[in-house]
């Protein structure tokens, strides 16, 4: 923990080197989590950030660095892609208002389908922190489930269970509209 205390200090050396060891390897996560480079070079720098900004009260508790980083990168990628996820619904939702000219089925067709997404989003929401981010990963990311046991650090028969009671979970929450 040297490299902790040598940044908390505020030496720019020890930063740096932290950078240059980890960059690389966390990019290339962040890459698998949010399917795109520019999004994972972003994840990265917000989490060297706010390293760097929040240096004197930086803490790593009971792990490694590398550990500490590739855990704030995932959760970085997570935020991200819930947020990208609440941009697209609304983009989809604005841009797909109908005039008045629009048929009544058309109406109630969206407002059914609207209420069903509202439903599994809540009901996805409520699930237990790591069914929740393994379906996200897998339904709103598109990872296949070994990715999905690299980003979480579990094995893959775990990510398998993960999704399989969230899926009962959410069958059983969501009668109808879940097969």
């Known amino acids: 923990m040297d490299t902790v205390r040598r940044i908390r200090a505020g030496e720019v050396a ?26 994972a070079e972003e994840v990265v720098q917000d989490v060297f950030a706010r390293v760097w900004s929040g240096r004197e ?16 990168v995932r959760n970085g990628a997570a935020s991200r892609g819930r947020h990208r996820l609440v941009e697209r619904r609304w983009f989809a939702r604005f841009a797909g208002e ?10 109630l067709s969206t407002v059914v389908a609207d209420e069903t997404s509202a439903a599994v989003q809540r009901a996805i929401a409520e699930l237990p922190e790591r069914a929740r981010l393994a379906v996200t990963l897998r339904w709103m990311h598109g990872l296949r489930n070994a990715e999905i046991a690299e980003a979480m650090g579990i094995s ?20 109808g509209h879940l097969r």
């Open 98 to 107: 109908r005039g008045p000219h629009d048929a009544p089925a058309d109406a």
């Open 156 to 175: 893959l028969k775990g990510v398998e269970i993960q999704i399989t009671r969230a899926l009962k979970t959410l069958r059983d929450r969501l009668p």
């Open 57 to 72: 009260r930086w803490e790593v508790r009971g792990g490694s660095v590398r550990g500490y980083l590739y855990g704030a």
């Open 14 to 39: 020890a930063f740096e080197a932290l950078f240059h060891a980890h960059y690389v390897g966390l990019r290339d996560f962040a890459t698998a989590l949010t399917g795109s480079t520019e999004t």
